[in-house]
């Protein structure tokens, strides 16, 4: 007997009920979600000291969910987390804001689709936004980023100001992520997850492109089948998944970081 021949548009739709029937995710609060974002960046080697920040809209216009200054990665739970005005002052929770937290708020204002910031100077990334190079997408794994990664090829200092904040979003502009250089980078998404799978993979895209230049010259990839990739790789329940995944390492290590104060 024949196998059935289907042309591929009609493999992604049945992938994408069956991913919608069969991936189930916990309904985690925004403050829950974000905690273990930052457990799993963590995790994954994102930490630097107290540099980096990841950040998520209020349930009111013009508030946010961020990380007490002071406090790293690896010791945030959903009970210490801050509530903050569109000004960086403290609606709820007990600490200060980082103040280049200032630069998301650009972001947010420039992009109202967004919901999610995720910022951090993880190991590759920062090395390779030091010499001067562009994200390269010419991997299956790194193809989320196709033709949506911006590239800001200019440091404009530390972002406790609204100059850098301004640079940064027109920077960004339509894309999903940004390197920034001699600096790190930057996922602006519409969900926590996606921005953390980014942050995650883009992390891995900088250390395979590291590790391709010293071998030889990186082959391009047709464009047409890195951008398939792309929307498969960003497929929402995928994202969900894969968020979920990671998540479930975290939770094993330490249950609490999603037990939220009464």
């Not at 916990?26 to 994954?44: F, G, H, M, T």
């Not at 406790?160 to 920034?180: C, P, Q, T, V």
Request: glycine share 8%; aromatic share 8%; with cysteine.
């Amino acid at each position: 007997m024949e196998p059935t021949v289907r042309e591929k548009a009609e493999y992604h739709e049945i992938t994408t009920l069956r991913m919608n029937r069969h991936f189930v995710t916990p309904d985690w609060s925004v403050r829950q979600k974000l905690a273990l974002a930052c457990r799993i960046l963590a995790a994954d080697g994102h930490d630097s000291g107290l540099a980096g920040q990841l950040t998520a809209r209020g349930k009111e216009p013009g508030t946010y969910y961020m990380l007490q200054f002071g406090l790293g990665l690896e010791e945030i739970t959903a009970n210490n987390l801050l509530l903050v005005d569109d000004d960086l002052n403290v609606l709820e929770g007990e600490g200060m804001p980082n103040p280049s937290n200032r630069f998301h708020l650009w972001i947010y204002r420039a992009k109202p689709e967004v919901r999610s910031i995720v910022h951090t100077h993880a190991p590759y990334v920062s090395a390779l936004s030091m010499i001067g190079v562009p994200l390269a997408v010419a991997h299956m794994d790194t193809s989320l980023f196709h033709d949506d990664c911006a590239w800001l090829p200019e440091w404009p200092g530390t972002p406790i100001g609204d100059e850098e904040g301004r640079i940064i979003s027109e920077a960004i502009g339509d894309k999903g992520s940004i390197l920034l250089a001699h600096h790190g980078q930057l996922a602006a998404c519409s969900t926590i997850e996606e921005a953390t799978v980014r942050g995650i993979f883009i992390e891995r895209a900088a250390r395979i492109q590291l590790m391709a230049m010293g071998a030889g010259t990186i082959q391009q990839v047709d464009p047409a089948l890195a951008q398939e990739a792309h929307d498969y790789r960003l497929k929402e329940r995928a994202i969900a998944a894969t968020f979920f995944y990671y998540a479930r390492r975290v939770l094993r290590d330490d249950p609490s970081v999603t037990d939220e104060a009464a």
